[in-house]
């Protein structure tokens, strides 16, 4: 069985904000693009390898928000995420916690005031 997760959408109000920060804090490349007459910022993706990946959308039916489902992001380094997203205006929502065996996890207030999360494991 495959993951049952394949695509996510992260809503944002301004693009370019959203892109700056996202790019800043996890340095990823995103690519822009026109869905359905909605703005997107495409995250990378490596077709056949596990997980999922997703856009940032922006429109009239996407409202950033801090309550309802949370995304993790897989980050090699949790501190030195943090300390990029801090610096690029992130509100900490929830402290690095030590998961035991799973390894770590955090949450943070993106620029558009969406709740996200971090994982790191100890591998």
Do not use: W
């Not at 809503?11 to 007459?37: C, H, K, L, N, W």
């Not at 993790?72 to 205006?89: N, Q, S, T």
């Amino acid at each position: 069985m495959s993951n049952p997760v394949f695509y996510f959408e992260i809503p944002v109000t301004d693009m370019e904000r959203a892109i700056a920060f996202y790019e800043a804090v996890f340095g990823y490349v995103m690519s822009r693009q026109v869905v359905d007459g909605y703005r997107m910022a495409v995250f990378p993706r490596n077709d056949g390898a596990p997980g999922a990946s997703g856009a940032l959308a922006c429109g009239d039916v996407y409202k950033p928000s801090r309550v309802g489902a949370i995304i993790y992001f897989d980050v090699p380094d949790i501190d030195a995420v943090l300390r990029r997203a801090e610096a690029h205006g992130a509100g900490l929502l929830y402290a690095k916690k030590d998961i035991g065996a799973a390894g770590y996890v955090a949450e943070i207030e993106d620029s558009e005031g969406n709740r996200i999360a971090l994982s790191q494991s100890k591998d």
